[in-house]
C-alpha cells in the first residue's frame, strides 16, 4: 500500500487510544446496494466498538453485515490529522452479561428517544493513519457539531 510522504501508519495500540480519545464516530452500512454513513456514539469495550441504537435503518442493515466503522480528529499544538478506521462485522449484543456490561459503558447518544440495542463491530481490522495538514488548509476546530455543514 503506497502513502503519501510524511504520512504516518499507525499499529493497533495507537488506533485503538485514538478510538478511546474521542466519543464520536460515523458508522458506514449498505442500504439497498448503497453506502449509507450514520453518526453514533461509541465506547471501546474488549477490543470492539460498540455503539447504542432504535430499530430501524442502522440497526437493520448492520447487524451481521460487514461494516466500517470511522474517527477522526486534528490537533491543533502539533497541526497534525488523523484517521482510524475499523472494518468488521456489527452483532447486536443478546446475552444477560454482555448487556449488563454494555449499560455500563459511557455511551451516550445525541439524539433523544429510546435507544435500547446495544451493536458491536468486532473488527476484522483497524487502519489508522496520522499526517501534517498543509499549510493554508481549512481545519475545523471545536466539536462534530462545528463541522458539519
Known sequence: MSTHPGTEQLDSAACLALLREVSFGRLAVIVDDRPDIF????????GSVVFRTAKGTKLAHAVGQPVAFEVDGYDEATNQAWSVVVSG????VQQLHDILEALELPVFPWEDGAKPHFVRIEPDSITGRRFTVHSGAQVPTGGPEQAQG
Open 89 to 92: 462485522t456489527a452483532h447486536e
Open 39 to 46: 453518526p453514533v456514539n461509541h465506547a471501546v469495550h474488549h
